[in-house]
């Protein structure tokens, strides 16, 4: 079903949210090279981000950002 589908989609964004939060958290103000790879190891699989997009999320949060809006 779309509903199940558009649940499932929802709820695979928020483990990525707080996966992000979670690494921002932790590695704030880190080198960027501590933040891609604490990344790469703790982001789950689904939804997958494209290597731009983990590259802008790194250097956020190597500024001491937190992208995830969380």
């Given at each position: 079903m779309i509903v199940d589908r558009a649940?499932?989609?929802?709820?695979?964004?928020?483990?990525?949210?707080?996966?992000?939060?979670?690494?921002?958290?932790?590695?704030?103000?880190?080198?960027?090279?501590?933040?891609?790879?604490?990344?790469?190891?703790?982001?789950?699989?689904?939804?997958?981000?494209?290597?731009?997009?983990?590259?802008?999320?790194?250097?956020?949060?190597?500024?001491?950002?937190?992208?995830?809006?969380?």
């Amino acid at each position: 079903m779309i509903v199940d589908r558009a649940t499932r989609e929802h709820e695979d964004n928020l483990v990525l949210f707080r996966a992000v939060h979670e690494v921002a958290v932790r590695h704030a103000g880190a080198p960027y090279h501590q933040v891609i790879s604490a990344l790469t190891a703790d982001l789950p699989g689904t939804p997958r981000l494209a290597a731009d997009e983990l590259r802008r999320i790194a250097e956020e949060i190597s500024l001491g950002r937190d992208p995830s809006g969380l």
